[in-house]
């Protein structure tokens, strides 16, 4: 593949790598670790109150 701007989205812990090669044929081949935090928590609300102030927008938190 040729993906001048990758984009990824893994759930667990996962090494990319990756390979370049000039135009002599000459190739370089690195990679990098991406470690998942899983300790993240959002909440959504069960309930909306309408004209509260706040379910209106759509705010919920995290942590």
């Not at 470690?35 to 004209?51: L, M, Q, R, S, T």
């Amino acid at each position: 593949m040729n993906i001048a701007n990758p984009l990824a989205g893994p759930y667990v812990r996962t090494r990319y790598f990756v390979t370049a090669t000039t135009e002599h044929g000459c190739t370089l081949t690195d990679s990098i670790d991406i470690v998942v935090d899983n300790g993240y928590v959002f909440e959504v609300p069960n309930a909306f109150v309408p004209g509260n102030g706040f379910s209106d927008n759509g705010h919920h938190s995290g942590y």
